[in-house]
């Protein structure tokens, strides 16, 4: 059991009266402005949160460097920090045993959404890919305890740490390249819904699959049909599935090595697929004005609003994408409209694909109102946690 003199070996870290009140509200994070002391804290230690009075909080993470300055783990006191990790990576792999079907491939650990704060983990077939953005979660115990547990509960035949230099940076760490740091290999075949992809764990871009995007693969292809364009490919997944049920299938993506590996997986899974370079705010109004039509439309941007100050231009640039898909769909066509911005709400998006829809004189029957695939889960206390909008609707004229 976790006791009162176990947390007083750690740090203490006192919060100010805002940030206490988040934290009585649900959050895990404490911001820099409303740290009221960190004396002596190392960069990613675990500590004691207090309020002003000195009011025991919960032990959480520190980083000296991000704006998030506490990721809270428990709003108990930690005895064994070693052991609680171990517990949560075991609560987060019987989680997905639970929810995910018919993949090989799929988020292992969430960060926040799985209580381990600053830790993704992704399943690609036999092989892990894990990326660390925090000071706590990289310092080398900690990293120890994950590798160990990992390989003693998932077997897997190696594990890749992938580095966002960017994310280092932030977190002032020191730079450290991607690499191998357990086992052998690092490609692979991993399977969704039945259909076959490439994985490199290290070459090609750095993001891996869109692995929140699968079960959304799946509904596209239970109501696509005839013609279909994808547009924002990249290597292929919502196109591939798409060829189960169309007719002929277009993907538009403007990175090359992108739509490289998308060819490599179509031959994989004995598909003819049409991919093309180019930009697809131009491809869209060059195909609409050559009066090309589809019947199945998927949009798949990337997050237009990285942040709530780009919001605007976001909005108006998904509301674009919308309007020229819309025109291009024939009578009793499909649109597949996704949004991963988490500044963006399910509202807000439901809107701009309303307004598109009205501007053009459309009717949508909207029949799924979807979001990210279940081994991303998404903490109610935690709204960040949520980001991803995936609309399936009927044009009815
Ligand atoms: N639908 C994909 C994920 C798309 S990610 C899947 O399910 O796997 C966003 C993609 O948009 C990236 O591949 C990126 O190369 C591409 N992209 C970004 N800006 C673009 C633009 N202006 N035109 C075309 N593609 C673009």
């Given amino acids: 059991m976790p006791s009162k003199s176990a947390a007083s070996s750690f740090p203490a870290v006192k919060i100010s009266r805002r940030g206490a009140k988040r934290?009585?509200?649900?959050?895990?994070?404490?911001?820099?402005?409303?740290?009221?002391?960190?004396?002596?804290?190392?960069?990613?230690?675990?500590?004691?949160?207090?309020?002003?009075?000195?009011?025991?909080?919960?032990?959480?993470?520190?980083?000296?460097?991000?704006?998030?300055?506490?990721?809270?783990?428990?709003?108990?006191?930690?005895?064994?920090?070693?052991?609680?990790?171990?517990?949560?990576?075991?609560?987060?792999?019987?989680?997905?045993?639970?929810?995910?079907?018919?993949?090989?491939?799929?988020?292992?650990?969430?960060?926040?959404?799985?209580?381990?704060?600053?830790?993704?983990?992704?399943?690609?077939?036999?092989?892990?890919?894990?990326?660390?953005?925090?000071?706590?979660?990289?310092?080398?115990?900690?990293?120890?305890?994950?590798?160990?547990?990992?390989?003693q509960r998932l077997k897997p035949a190696s594990i890749t740490e992938r580095v966002d230099p960017r994310i280092r940076e932030l977190e002032q760490l020191p730079a450290r390249p991607s690499g191998l740091i357990q086992g052998e290999g690092n490609s692979t075949i991993f399977t969704m819904n039945g259909v076959?992809?490439?994985?490199?764990?290290?070459?090609?871009?750095?993001?891996?699959?869109?692995?929140?995007q699968r079960e959304n693969y799946a509904a596209a292809a239970r109501h696509a049909h005839g013609e279909a364009l994808d547009v924002f490919c990249y290597q292929g997944g919502f196109a591939l599935h798409l060829a189960q049920s169309c007719s002929k299938v277009t993907a538009v993506d403007s990175s090359r090595p992108a739509l490289e590996v998308a060819d490599r997986n179509a031959a994989l899974n004995n598909r003819e697929i049409e991919w093309v370079e180019a930009n697809a705010f131009d491809f869209l109004r060059d195909y609409a004005d050559a009066g090309r039509r589809y019947d199945t439309i998927v949009l798949d941007p990337p997050a237009f609003a990285k942040s709530k100050s780009s919001l605007e231009t976001a909005v108006r640039g998904y509301k674009e994408l919308n309007l020229r898909a819309l025109k291009m769909l024939r009578p009793g066509g499909i649109l597949v409209t996704c949004c991963c911005s988490y500044h963006v709400s399910p509202a807000q998006y439901l809107d701009v694909v309303r307004d598109s829809a009205r501007d053009v004189h459309r009717n949508l029957r909207l029949v799924e109102n979807r979001t990210q695939a279940k081994d991303h889960p998404i903490l109610l206390n935690i709204p960040e946690t949520g980001y991803l909008k995936c609309l399936i609707s009927y044009v009815t004229n």
């Fill in 23 to 151: 934290l009585q509200e649900g959050h895990v994070w404490v911001y820099r402005s409303d740290i009221a002391s960190a004396n002596r804290v190392a960069p990613g230690a675990a500590v004691c949160v207090t309020d002003e009075r000195g009011k025991f909080l919960g032990t959480a993470f520190y980083s000296s460097a991000s704006q998030i300055a506490i990721r809270m783990i428990s709003p108990r006191a930690v005895a064994d920090l070693p052991g609680l990790l171990r517990e949560r990576i075991a609560a987060a792999i019987s989680y997905r045993e639970r929810v995910v079907r018919d993949t090989d491939a799929y988020r292992v650990i969430f960060s926040e959404a799985d209580f381990l704060p600053g830790l993704i983990v992704d399943r690609y077939n036999d092989l892990l890919s894990l990326q660390i953005l925090t000071q706590a979660m990289d310092t080398e115990p900690i990293r120890q305890v994950i590798v160990s547990e990992l390989s």
């Fill in 196 to 212: 076959r992809f490439h994985y490199e764990g290290l070459e090609g871009q750095k993001t891996g699959a869109f692995l929140d």
